[in-house]
Nanobody, 126 residues
Framework: QVQLVESGGGSVQAGGSLRLSCACS????????MGWFRQAPGKEREFVAA????????YYGNSVKGRFTISKANAMNTVILQLNSLKAEDTAVYSC???????????????????WGQGTQVTVSS
């Protein structure tokens, strides 16, 4: 059974930084392609970033490019999302997700992700 557990959310002022972590447990294929999405109240879910575990290839949503960095901690089966230069519009619930197959292809489409964490709140005040 795949489990994704996020941590690291919180409140920060604009321009500040936060570090989110997602611990992945279960079958090894669960970590092959992992990503982060976010959803603000009244808005649609938005792709943030994804990483392919074996190659380390990364992919970012346009609104976070140059500010957010996704990485992996191999020994801990953990994906990390570093959020820098935060803006008020980054306020949302951030959810970790896994494609959950052996292909390991990363994508920006939420429908391609099978497993989801419970989410962690990020609040940025201006």
């Amino acid at each position: 059974q795949v489990q994704l557990v996020e941590s690291g959310g919180g409140s920060v002022q604009a321009g500040g930084s936060l570090r989110l972590s997602c611990a992945c447990s279960g079958p090894s294929f669960a970590k092959y392609a992992m990503g982060w999405f976010r959803q603000a109240p009244g808005k649609e879910r938005e792709f943030v970033a994804a990483i392919a575990w074996s190659s380390g290839m990364t992919y970012y949503g346009n609104s976070v490019k140059g500010r957010f960095t996704i990485s992996k901690a191999n020994a801990m089966n953990t994906v990390i999302l570093q959020l820098n230069s935060l803006k008020a519009e980054d306020t949302a619930v951030y959810s970790c997700t896994s494609v959950g197959d052996t292909a390991g292809r990363i994508t920006s489409l939420a429908l391609n992700y099978r497993y989801w964490g419970q989410g962690t709140q990020v609040t940025v005040s201006s």
